[in-house]
Antibody
Framework: EVQLVESGGGLVQPGGSLRLSCAAS????????MSWVRQAPGKGLEWVSV???????YYADSVKGRFTISRDNSKNTLYLQMNSLRDEDTAVYYC?????????WGQGTLVTVSS | EIVMTQSPATLSVSPGERATLSCRAS??????LAWYQQKPGQAPRLLIY???TRATGIPARFSGSGSGTEFTLTISSLQSEDFAVYYC??????????FGPGTKVDIK
Protein backbone atom coordinates (compact mmCIF):
# COMPACT_ATOMS: atom_id res chain seq x y z
CA GLU A 1 0.00 0.00 0.00
CA VAL A 2 1.31 3.44 -0.94
CA GLN A 3 1.48 5.83 2.02
CA LEU A 4 2.79 9.36 2.47
CA VAL A 5 3.13 10.80 5.96
CA GLU A 6 3.94 14.47 6.49
CA SER A 7 5.43 15.95 9.64
CA GLY A 8 7.19 19.07 10.81
CA GLY A 9 4.36 21.57 10.83
CA GLY A 10 3.73 23.94 13.69
CA LEU A 11 3.57 27.55 14.82
CA VAL A 12 6.33 29.86 13.62
CA GLN A 13 6.79 33.61 13.72
CA PRO A 14 6.88 35.71 10.55
CA GLY A 15 10.37 35.62 9.10
CA GLY A 16 11.06 32.24 10.66
CA SER A 17 11.90 28.87 9.13
CA LEU A 18 10.46 25.38 9.18
CA ARG A 19 11.29 22.10 7.47
CA LEU A 20 8.53 19.74 6.47
CA SER A 21 9.11 16.04 5.90
CA CYS A 22 7.13 13.49 3.91
CA ALA A 23 8.02 9.87 4.61
CA ALA A 24 7.00 7.49 1.85
CA SER A 25 6.23 3.80 1.92
CA UNK A 26 5.09 1.62 -0.94
CA UNK A 27 6.73 3.93 -3.47
CA UNK A 28 10.26 5.15 -4.18
CA UNK A 29 10.49 8.93 -3.84
CA UNK A 30 13.50 9.18 -6.15
CA UNK A 31 11.68 7.34 -8.96
CA UNK A 32 8.66 9.64 -8.93
CA UNK A 33 7.80 13.26 -9.52
CA MET A 34 6.91 14.47 -6.02
CA SER A 35 4.99 17.63 -5.22
CA TRP A 36 3.98 19.85 -2.35
CA VAL A 37 0.50 21.37 -2.46
CA ARG A 38 -0.92 23.67 0.20
CA GLN A 39 -4.35 24.77 1.34
CA ALA A 40 -4.91 27.90 3.40
CA PRO A 41 -7.68 27.62 6.02
CA GLY A 42 -11.06 27.54 4.30
CA LYS A 43 -9.46 28.09 0.89
CA GLY A 44 -8.64 26.07 -2.22
CA LEU A 45 -5.59 24.12 -3.32
CA GLU A 46 -2.35 25.77 -4.41
CA TRP A 47 0.57 23.92 -6.00
CA VAL A 48 3.84 24.88 -4.29
CA SER A 49 6.75 22.86 -5.66
CA VAL A 50 7.84 19.74 -7.52
CA UNK A 51 11.00 17.67 -7.72
CA UNK A 52 11.43 15.49 -10.77
CA UNK A 53 12.88 11.99 -10.63
CA UNK A 54 15.94 13.42 -12.36
CA UNK A 55 16.35 16.01 -9.62
CA UNK A 56 15.10 19.16 -11.34
CA UNK A 57 13.04 21.41 -9.08
CA TYR A 58 10.36 24.03 -9.73
CA TYR A 59 8.44 26.43 -7.54
CA ALA A 60 5.33 28.56 -7.55
CA ASP A 61 6.14 32.25 -7.92
CA SER A 62 4.70 32.86 -4.45
CA VAL A 63 7.44 30.79 -2.78
CA LYS A 64 10.35 31.06 -5.22
CA GLY A 65 13.55 32.05 -3.47
CA ARG A 66 12.15 31.20 -0.03
CA PHE A 67 11.27 27.48 -0.21
CA THR A 68 13.50 24.58 -1.22
CA ILE A 69 12.31 21.09 -2.11
CA SER A 70 14.67 18.17 -1.69
CA ARG A 71 14.74 14.45 -0.99
CA ASP A 72 16.83 11.92 0.89
CA ASN A 73 16.91 8.74 -1.16
CA SER A 74 18.33 6.67 1.72
CA LYS A 75 15.38 7.63 3.90
CA ASN A 76 12.83 7.62 1.05
CA THR A 77 11.71 11.01 2.30
CA LEU A 78 10.73 14.29 0.65
CA TYR A 79 11.40 17.65 2.31
CA LEU A 80 10.29 21.25 2.03
CA GLN A 81 12.56 23.82 3.64
CA MET A 82 10.59 27.00 4.21
CA ASN A 83 12.45 30.22 5.02
CA SER A 84 11.34 33.84 5.43
CA LEU A 85 7.84 32.66 6.26
CA ARG A 86 4.93 35.07 5.87
CA ASP A 87 1.42 35.18 7.29
CA GLU A 88 0.09 34.10 3.89
CA ASP A 89 2.09 30.87 4.07
CA THR A 90 -0.28 29.63 6.77
CA ALA A 91 -1.82 26.45 5.36
CA VAL A 92 -2.05 22.70 5.48
CA TYR A 93 0.82 21.35 3.40
CA TYR A 94 0.32 18.10 1.52
CA CYS A 95 2.93 16.02 -0.23
CA UNK A 96 1.72 14.12 -3.27
CA UNK A 97 2.98 11.72 -5.87
CA UNK A 98 3.16 13.35 -9.30
CA UNK A 99 2.40 16.90 -10.33
CA UNK A 100 -0.01 16.12 -13.15
CA UNK A 101 -3.12 14.61 -11.54
CA UNK A 102 -1.50 13.56 -8.23
CA UNK A 103 -2.93 10.18 -7.33
CA UNK A 104 -1.59 9.70 -3.82
CA TRP A 105 -1.62 12.34 -1.08
CA GLY A 106 -0.47 12.50 2.50
CA GLN A 107 -2.78 13.57 5.30
CA GLY A 108 -1.20 17.01 5.49
CA THR A 109 0.64 19.01 8.14
CA LEU A 110 -0.49 22.41 9.38
CA VAL A 111 1.87 25.37 9.28
CA THR A 112 0.76 28.48 11.14
CA VAL A 113 2.73 31.69 10.68
CA SER A 114 1.80 34.18 13.38
CA SER A 115 3.35 36.46 15.94
CA GLU B 1 -0.50 31.02 -15.84
CA ILE B 2 -3.74 29.27 -16.72
CA VAL B 3 -6.65 30.41 -14.54
CA MET B 4 -9.34 27.87 -13.67
CA THR B 5 -12.90 28.80 -12.75
CA GLN B 6 -15.65 26.54 -11.42
CA SER B 7 -19.38 26.90 -11.27
CA PRO B 8 -21.51 26.96 -9.33
CA ALA B 9 -19.71 27.77 -6.09
CA THR B 10 -22.31 25.72 -4.20
CA LEU B 11 -24.66 23.09 -5.54
CA SER B 12 -27.53 21.85 -3.40
CA VAL B 13 -28.71 18.40 -4.44
CA SER B 14 -30.98 15.75 -2.96
CA PRO B 15 -29.62 12.20 -2.51
CA GLY B 16 -30.27 10.15 -5.62
CA GLU B 17 -30.33 13.18 -7.90
CA ARG B 18 -27.84 14.02 -10.64
CA ALA B 19 -25.17 16.66 -10.07
CA THR B 20 -23.39 18.53 -12.85
CA LEU B 21 -20.30 20.58 -12.03
CA SER B 22 -18.50 22.86 -14.49
CA CYS B 23 -14.87 23.86 -14.85
CA ARG B 24 -13.46 26.37 -17.32
CA ALA B 25 -9.86 27.14 -18.27
CA SER B 26 -8.61 30.57 -19.37
CA UNK B 27 -6.92 28.91 -22.35
CA UNK B 28 -6.98 25.47 -23.89
CA UNK B 29 -5.58 22.65 -21.77
CA UNK B 30 -6.49 19.87 -24.20
CA UNK B 31 -7.59 16.89 -22.12
CA UNK B 32 -5.08 17.60 -19.35
CA LEU B 33 -7.72 18.05 -16.67
CA ALA B 34 -8.29 16.23 -13.39
CA TRP B 35 -11.08 16.27 -10.81
CA TYR B 36 -10.68 15.80 -7.06
CA GLN B 37 -13.05 15.25 -4.19
CA GLN B 38 -12.21 16.62 -0.76
CA LYS B 39 -14.09 16.02 2.48
CA PRO B 40 -13.53 18.09 5.65
CA GLY B 41 -10.25 17.27 7.35
CA GLN B 42 -9.15 14.95 4.56
CA ALA B 43 -6.68 15.14 1.71
CA PRO B 44 -7.98 15.49 -1.84
CA ARG B 45 -8.86 12.25 -3.64
CA LEU B 46 -8.27 11.87 -7.36
CA LEU B 47 -11.49 11.03 -9.20
CA ILE B 48 -10.85 11.71 -12.87
CA TYR B 49 -7.76 12.37 -15.00
CA UNK B 50 -7.33 12.96 -18.69
CA UNK B 51 -10.70 14.76 -18.50
CA UNK B 52 -12.67 11.51 -18.62
CA THR B 53 -10.71 8.55 -17.19
CA ARG B 54 -11.79 7.38 -13.74
CA ALA B 55 -8.99 6.80 -11.27
CA THR B 56 -8.56 3.42 -9.63
CA GLY B 57 -11.47 2.47 -7.39
CA ILE B 58 -13.72 5.38 -8.37
CA PRO B 59 -17.37 4.35 -8.80
CA ALA B 60 -18.95 4.50 -12.24
CA ARG B 61 -21.46 7.13 -11.11
CA PHE B 62 -18.63 9.67 -11.49
CA SER B 63 -17.94 10.71 -15.07
CA GLY B 64 -15.96 13.48 -16.70
CA SER B 65 -16.23 15.09 -20.09
CA GLY B 66 -14.97 18.01 -22.13
CA SER B 67 -11.78 19.25 -23.75
CA GLY B 68 -10.07 22.51 -24.52
CA THR B 69 -11.51 25.05 -22.11
CA GLU B 70 -14.84 23.56 -20.97
CA PHE B 71 -15.17 20.53 -18.70
CA THR B 72 -17.91 18.81 -16.74
CA LEU B 73 -17.99 16.41 -13.82
CA THR B 74 -21.25 14.49 -13.51
CA ILE B 75 -22.34 12.44 -10.52
CA SER B 76 -25.23 10.40 -11.84
CA SER B 77 -26.99 9.59 -8.55
CA LEU B 78 -25.67 11.29 -5.47
CA GLN B 79 -24.90 9.11 -2.50
CA SER B 80 -24.51 10.41 1.07
CA GLU B 81 -20.74 9.99 0.86
CA ASP B 82 -20.54 12.25 -2.22
CA PHE B 83 -21.33 15.46 -0.37
CA ALA B 84 -17.97 17.23 -0.46
CA VAL B 85 -15.97 19.91 -2.26
CA TYR B 86 -14.83 19.17 -5.81
CA TYR B 87 -11.80 20.76 -7.46
CA CYS B 88 -10.59 20.69 -11.03
CA UNK B 89 -6.89 20.91 -11.90
CA UNK B 90 -5.23 21.63 -15.22
CA UNK B 91 -1.84 20.10 -15.96
CA UNK B 92 -1.08 21.32 -19.45
CA UNK B 93 2.43 22.70 -20.00
CA UNK B 94 3.36 22.37 -16.34
CA UNK B 95 4.77 23.60 -14.09
CA UNK B 96 2.83 25.31 -12.77
CA UNK B 97 -0.35 23.33 -12.44
CA UNK B 98 -3.40 25.26 -11.27
CA PHE B 99 -6.59 24.36 -9.46
CA GLY B 100 -10.07 25.79 -9.65
CA PRO B 101 -11.63 27.40 -6.56
CA GLY B 102 -13.91 24.44 -5.95
CA THR B 103 -17.61 23.58 -5.96
CA LYS B 104 -19.25 22.55 -2.72
CA VAL B 105 -21.95 19.91 -3.13
CA ASP B 106 -24.27 19.95 -0.17
CA ILE B 107 -27.53 18.33 0.83
CA LYS B 108 -30.71 20.00 -0.37
Amino acid sequence: EVQLVESGGGLVQPGGSLRLSCAASGLTVSSNYMSWVRQAPGKGLEWVSVIYSGGSTYYADSVKGRFTISRDNSKNTLYLQMNSLRDEDTAVYYCARKIAAPDCWGQGTLVTVSS
Amino acid sequence: EIVMTQSPATLSVSPGERATLSCRASQSVGSNLAWYQQKPGQAPRLLIYGASTRATGIPARFSGSGSGTEFTLTISSLQSEDFAVYYCQQYNNWPPVTFGPGTKVDIK
